[in-house]
């Protein structure tokens, strides 16, 4: 209890006994602000593609992960 309210310092010890529901605590007490830097390939994947036409199977290829074999 004295962890999470070191944390979270807008919530008072009254409201953690008697307002706050075991699943909000939870919540509340899982870290969301920390940055996980992606390397080089990961990066390039998580680059998204928009296909302007659907029906064109070239732009297939242009999502970044070869799909169909090059001839």
């Avoid at 070191?6 to 919530?11: D, E, F, G, M």
């Avoid at 899982?30 to 998204?48: C, P, Q």
Wanted: glycine share 2%; aromatic share 8%.
């Amino acid at each position: 209890m004295m962890d999470f309210l070191k944390a979270n310092p807008h919530v008072t010890r009254e409201d953690y006994m008697w307002k706050w529901t075991i699943p909000q605590i939870r919540i509340a007490s899982m870290d969301y602000t920390h940055i996980v830097y992606l390397d080089e390939e990961s990066a390039k994947m998580a680059n998204a593609v928009t296909i302007d036409d659907a029906d064109d199977v070239l732009n297939i290829q242009n999502l970044g992960i070869p799909i169909i074999g090059n001839k």
